[in-house]
């Protein structure tokens, strides 16, 4: 949802966001204006729409590498 838009609730603390930074629905700077309070960490991919058409194994491979990461 829009962080401008609507309302977002704070979110767990180990909650990684990721972002297109092309992305016309819910733009970036609104993204970052959300998490930067709460210390989240926000990956941008470069280019990248809403929907990361052709960026999905891109997206997979760092949502897996995050999951695979020790907790601290």
């Known amino acids: 949802p ?3 838009k609507q309302q977002m609730p704070t979110v767990p603390a180990d909650t990684l ?3 297109g930074e ?3 629905v819910v733009p970036l ?3 970052l204006a959300w998490a ?3 210390s989240l960490p926000v990956i941008v991919f470069p280019g990248v729409g809403h929907f990361f ?3 999905i194994t891109l ?3 760092v949502v897996v ?3 695979q990461r020790p907790k601290i």
């Open 2 to 4: 829009s962080t401008e």
């Open 36 to 38: 930067r309070p709460q």
């Open 22 to 24: 092309t992305d016309d």
């Open 29 to 31: 700077a609104a993204t």
């Open 59 to 61: 997206l997979k491979n």
């Open 65 to 67: 590498q995050q999951l």
């Open 17 to 19: 966001v990721i972002h």
């Open 53 to 55: 058409h052709g960026q």
